[in-house]
């Protein structure tokens, strides 16, 4: 690559070098790139090191790369983003809707014709549609580049400065200074000071450098890293292997196969337990609260609940062998966890039908003297059940959670919470069948003249625990994301790069100084530096001139 | 028990009454001859009010954990006075670093306007649902509180330096924008004043209203000028609102709160008539003449440090904890619950902000203009979200 000599201190520069790497004077021909031409200062974000994007501009890696590491293009995105997630809050996404509602009739009914329209746009599951997550793509992809960019030639030029500035460099800071007399007394207390207030000094040949808190620059490049290691975090989970994410209802008495787990891992739901505010005594101190909510307020979710092991996983759920492994109570905020699984308290179901107990008796019969009895189990509910006088009472229809949609039976859901039947009744040695539909607190005779009625006699209920099972390979990587993230954030936020220039000219001596942040703090540093000399304070070349100039003026 | 409740809620108006002393003790400093960030003796007293005051309200928050049991953070009053009080802390930081005496004169009534506002909500003590027993509550909740505070300190640097530096010789967009800044400050004290007013007279209408196919009731405590579309007034109080509530509105409370916004940006109005009338011209040309002698670029310095500070701190407790928090209660880390969106959104605006101020040079007024854009996004998240759009964590 073609290199830039400088004709000050003679250091080879890579092309497009805005300020030599060494002593920093201006490399004319490439002002433009920073912005510096119609500038009293100089552009010091990048050191005016030469990076590639300001350089290359050919082929359509260039000019991707390029487009990549605008700063400017990147907060399009961010914007852009800004807007659309705002926009995915207007109205709820489909997952906070309630469950059993048709999406597109839910968002016209609830929300009218604006409603319809966020439906039809796809809105109502913005945040997983194809072109969020592209936006959220281009903004990691532009981090990248853009950091790429910049890192690199700032390292190199901040390693290869030298105390020795070129004196345009150093006029052109913004905090700068010029003493006529200056002896080297105070010239030497001056850096004592500089010493003392931990900035690290080089010298060469009498001019100074003094550095504090360089590490600092980096905090951006980490920070940027961190969020690139939570993204791609994030993307990870779409492999099948990294993200389990299963549901798993148990009755209470139960013992189920943990979904996700293939076949080596059981829970049993000893006891699922619903407690509210204002059984205890302690909760005497929120009365006032609980009678405004009028309702219940729910205290505690839990399930009493064993991990089993299956030894014998070969066979596949066909014949397992359970040992216990574990036993504790999973709330809300208490996971239970085990081998890489968590299971998560999420939901549950009260009094669901264990088993319904019915008998059959004449209808004319005033008594109801039984004929005879059966149970119907609802977990496995038979087809037929043979009572003792010889009837047989087939189950036509099962509606385990009945309700009546426009006069139709239906079913709401495949939980037993409020079951009905249609049963079919042989009279003992007949062919012929009587229709009884029954239910709870329902005994319905549909021709009028049936000669047996079923009669609910018993049930038992029992609770139901409704919990998620994650096995989460991705949150290691999240987590470092996040941990670096914050690491490089502090670090670029709580510390600043500050450098101090002393530059001997003639009998007297130049300061110029500059930080990336925190003028007032650098600004202060001087003031203890030449406290007590007669070195002129710094001027603050900016407030004067107002004369900034941003980087990329013109992309 | 009863006693420390009291003791309790005592300190609280302590501190409310500290704050406002301190106000005009800030106030005080601007009739100073010498220059700004000089120790003088009325700056001494309102900085010292001002702490007394916070000690005041820590214990407040102290005593108040102790009756409850549990960090008073948990419901809409006590989250919000804990942002007020976080905002004092947040300013009394900020302020020994620059030492900038006008900075109390603006961000202390903000605090006490946040403080009032809080009270209007309900105040009792409120048991804990199981999600939000965890310790990631206080951690969550104070981190962000304090994140938030001091990017509200950077809002009110940049609404001094608006004030300060926009040409107010003639109309302009920009001077329509600070008044309309200057408004909603306006709004949130009126619904303090009309709410505490109609409390005092322990006003309240009740109706009857079909909801969801079931008749609901409510209680406003406002004259309605907006009722429930379909109301029969209950109670005996002879009056009838002058139209209903827009049928699209969602939630019980729908209506009420829509009635309660009325008034709001009634009584703001009128107050903002009000002062343009004894002003007699734009409420920030008005106060501009008092800052003449504040250093516009210690403004612009301090309005970025508060966000170069504050991000970090908000990014820790409102993404990273929540996070934590949320993988721990609800399985998954991050859910678009519109509360978290809004929390992303404030992430992404404040980058976006670093990113224009450091890569584009935006200083001075645009960069305040930003710090106040983000402060609305924050307020929007801490008050229109919880109001408006319900979601997991609203509280009201
Ligand atoms: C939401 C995503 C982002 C966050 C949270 C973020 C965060 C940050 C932070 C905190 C800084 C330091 C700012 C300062 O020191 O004042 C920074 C600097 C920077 N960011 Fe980002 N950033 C994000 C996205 C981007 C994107 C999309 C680009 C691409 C163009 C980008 C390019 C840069 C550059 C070039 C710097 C300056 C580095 C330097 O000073 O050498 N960032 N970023």
Redesign the pocket.
């Given at each position: 690559m073609k290199k830039i000599v400088c004709d000050s201190c003679g250091h080879q520069n890579p092309e497009g070098t805005v300020l030599c790497q060494q002593c920093g004077k201006p490399i004319d021909q490439n002002q433009y790139i920073d912005g510096n031409e119609n500038s009293k200062l100089i552009n010091m974000?990048?050191e005016g090191s030469a990076r590639r994007s300001k350089t290359h501009n050919k082929s359509i890696v260039d000019k991707t790369w390029n487009f990549f590491?605008?700063?400017k293009?990147?907060i399009w995105?961010?914007s852009i983003t800004i807007i659309a997630s705002a926009v995915g809050t207007i109205f709820p996404q489909e997952m906070y809707i309630p469950p059993n509602v048709s999406a597109s009739e839910h968002y016209r009914d609830q929300y009218g014709i604006l409603g319809q329209i966020y439906y039809q746009l796809g809105f109502h599951n913005l945040y997983s549609s194809w072109w969020y997550m592209i936006l959220i793509a281009l903004?990691g992809i532009?981090?990248t580049i853009?950091?790429i960019d910049?890192v690199v030639p700032?390292y190199k030029a901040l390693n290869m400065q030298k105390p020795k500035r070129h004196e345009s460099f150093l006029k052109r800071q913004r905090l700068f200074s010029s003493t006529e007399q200056v002896s080297e007394d105070d010239k030497q207390k001056a850096i004592t000071t500089l010493k003392s207030i931990r900035y690290k000094v080089t010298e060469e040949d009498g001019h100074v450098l003094a550095e504090k808190g360089r590490f600092s620059?980096w905090?951006?490049y980490i920070?940027?890293i961190g969020?690139i290691i939570f993204l791609l975090g994030c993307l990870f989970r779409f492999i099948p292997f990294m993200y389990i994410d299963e549901y798993v209802w148990v009755r209470e008495g139960e013992t189920v196969l943990i979904p996700g787990t293939e076949g080596l891992y059981y829970i049993e739901n000893k006891d699922f337990i619903l407690e509210t505010y204002g059984d205890s005594p302690e909760d005497e101190r929120f009365k006032e609260a609980l009678q405004k909510q009028g309702g219940m307020v729910a205290k505690n979710y839990q399930t009493d609940a064993v991990i089993y092991k299956n030894t014998n996983p070969s066979a596949l759920g066909l014949d397992p062998e359970l040992e216990k492994f574990k036993e504790d109570s999973i709330r809300v905020n208490h996971p239970i966890k085990f081998d890489d699984f968590a299971l998560y308290q999420s939901s549950y179901q009260q009094n669901e039908f264990e088993s319904m107990s019915f008998k059959l008796h004449r209808t004319d019969d005033p008594e109801e003297e039984s004929l005879g009895s059966f149970s119907v189990n609802l977990a496995n509910p038979e087809n037929e059940y043979i009572l003792d006088n010889g009837t047989r009472v087939v189950i036509d229809q099962y509606f385990p959670d009945y309700y009546l949609d426009d006069g139709e039976p239906r079913s709401k859901s495949k939980y037993p919470r409020n079951p009905a039947y249609v049963f079919l009744v042989y009279p003992p040695g007949q062919d012929d069948y009587e229709i009884s539909f029954a239910g709870i607190g329902r005994n319905v005779d549909p021709t009028g003249n049936n000669e047996f009625k079923l009669g609910l006699q018993d049930f038992e209920v029992r609770d139901v625990t409704g919990l998620s099972v994650r096995r989460d390979y991705t949150l290691p990587i999240i987590s470092l994301g996040g941990l670096i993230f914050m690491i490089g954030?502090v670090q670029?936020?709580y510390w600043q790069h500050r450098r101090i220039w002393l530059h001997p000219k003639n009998n007297g001596l130049w300061i110029a100084a500059h930080t990336?942040?925190n003028w007032f703090g650098i600004k202060r540093d001087i003031e203890k530096v030449i406290n007590d000399t007669n070195i002129k304070m710094v001027m603050d070349q900016e407030e004067d001139q107002n004369n900034y100039q941003p980087e990329e003026q013109t992309k | 028990m009863g006693d420390l409740v009291t003791l309790s809620s005592n300190s609280l108006y302590l501190a409310f009454i500290l704050y406002l002393l301190a106000t005009f003790f800030f106030a005080g400093t601007i009739r100073d001859k010498r220059s700004e960030g000089s120790k003088t003796f009325s700056s001494k007293i309102a900085i010292t009010l001002t702490i007394i005051g916070f000690a005041s309200q820590i214990f407040y928050f102290i005593t108040r954990w102790i009756v409850s049991g549990h960090a008073p953070v948990s419901n809409l009053f006590e989250y919000t006075t804990f942002f007020g009080m976080m905002l004092v802390f947040a300013f009394i930081i900020i302020y020994f670093i620059y030492r900038l005496n006008i900075l109390g004169l603006f961000a202390l009534p903000v605090a006490l306007l946040i403080i009032a506002y809080a009270s209007m909500f309900p105040t009792e003590i409120s048991p804990l649902v199981p999600s939000l027993k965890s310790h990631w509550l206080y951690i969550h909740v104070t981190t962000v509180s304090l994140g938030q505070a001091i990017l509200a300190v950077s809002f009110v640097a940049g609404l001094i330096y608006l004030i300060k530096e926009i040409d107010q010789s003639k109309k302009s967009k920009k001077t329509t924008w600070l008044e309309i800044i200057i408004y909603s400050i306006f709004t949130t004290l009126g619904f303090i004043i009309i709410s505490s007013t109609f409390n005092a007279m322990d006003y309240s209408v009740t109706f009857e209203f079909p909801y969801d196919d079931q008749v609901s009731t409510v209680d406003y405590h406002l004259p309605p000028i907006a009722g429930p579309s379909g109301a029969t007034l209950v109670s005996d109080n002879d009056v009838s609102p002058l139209f209903e509530a827009p049928g699209w509105m969602q939630g019980v409370n729908a209506a009420r709160k829509f009635n309660t916004i009325l008034w709001s940006v009634i009584a703001g109005l009128g107050l903002y008539v009000i002062a343009r009338v004894v002003l007699r011209k734009r409420v920030g040309a008005a106060i501009q003449p008092l800052l003449s002698k504040v250093n516009r670029d210690l403004l612009d310095e301090v309005s970025y440090r508060a966000v170069?500070i504050g991000?970090p701190i908000f990014t820790l407790g409102g993404l990273i904890f929540a996070m934590i928090w949320a993988q721990q209660a609800w399985d998954r880390f991050w859910g678009w619950d519109p509360k978290e969106v809004w929390a992303l959104i404030t992430?992404?605006f404040y980058?976006a902000f670093?990113?224009l101020?450091?890569?584009r040079g935006w200083h001075g007024e645009r960069s305040a203009w930003l710090a106040v854009g983000g402060f609305a996004i924050i307020m929007f998240n801490l008050i229109a979200v919880n109001l408006i759009i319900a979601g997991l964590h609203s509280y009201a």
């Open positions: 974000r990048y590491s605008s700063v293009i990147g995105l961010i903004i532009s981090i853009a950091s910049r700032l620059r905090g951006p920070n940027h969020l954030v670029g936020m990336n942040k | 170069a991000f992430f992404f980058a670093l990113h101020r450091l890569s």
